[in-house]
């Protein structure tokens, strides 16, 4: 059991994320009562403006009702909805849903993510890490390359097992065993560029670990699982 353990936290993100969409929804309705019946002064949001990532967005528009440069449309999230839908260029939703990162000045293709940046980030901490066993080695390594899974939150680590805490049996599958434990550092939520380090998402929160039975065992069927 102590030579495998992958951490599951796609199960456990899937439910906040959804908690964390109700919670927005509830405050905007709150605040604005409908989308037409917007409260608080309404400024023009400057097309150029989406370069921005989503703090900076958030910290010049915050107190403000959003006013489209373009359509005229006001709107509430991170961009304009009229004309998101109707922009076909790849790139520019890009740009209008996460803006730039600042590092590479490429457009985000997620919130505070950069593909192309983070897979090279991983690719050079490769031999800061190992499972002690190849085929793991290798599985995590192609995942954290692979530009089109990479994502904030799902990003799938090599967790040390002294960087878990409160290990607890939970289920018996059938060839595997499930355990809950606190993580101590959380999933990585985004790169800091002061820092020079990920920050954390969620740091001592409860995660789902499954653990091999026999390592004899370890297969594609068992990652396929995973
Ligand atoms: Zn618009
Ligand atoms: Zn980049």
Not at 1 to 13: P, S, T
Not at 48 to 58: A, P, S, T
Not at 194 to 206: F, L, M, Q, S, Y
Request: aromatic fraction near 14%.
């Amino acid at each position: 059991m102590k030579e495998f353990l992958i951490l599951m936290q796609h199960h456990f993100d899937a439910v906040k994320e959804k908690i964390i969409f109700y919670i927005s929804s509830v405050n905007l309705f709150y605040k604005h009562g409908s989308d037409d019946d917007f409260l608080g002064m309404v400024v023009t949001f400057e097309t150029k403006d989406y370069d921005l990532d989503l703090d900076e967005r958030e910290e010049k528009y915050k107190d403000y009702v959003r006013l489209c440069e373009k359509c005229n449309e006001k709107f509430a999230h991170v961009c304009c909805d009229n004309c998101y839908e109707k922009e076909i260029d790849e790139e520019e939703r890009n740009r209008m849903l996460y803006g730039k990162f600042k590092e590479c000045n490429r457009f985000n293709t997620n919130h505070n993510w950069c593909n192309e940046c983070n897979a090279k980030r991983f690719q050079q901490d490769f031999s800061n890490w190992t499972s002690e066993n190849e085929f793991i080695d290798k599985f995590i390594q192609e995942t954290q390359l692979d530009k089109l899974n990479t994502e904030n939150r799902n990003v799938l680590e090599w967790i040390p097992y002294d960087r878990l805490k409160n290990l607890e049996y939970l289920v018996k599958g059938g060839f595997s065993t499930v355990y809950k434990a606190i993580w101590l550092d959380g999933c990585i939520e985004k790169w800091s560029k002061h820092e020079k380090k990920w920050i954390r998402n969620n740091p001592d929160g409860t995660v789902a670990l499954k653990s091999l039975d026999n390592s004899s065992n370890l297969s594609e069927d068992f990652l396929n699982e995973v």
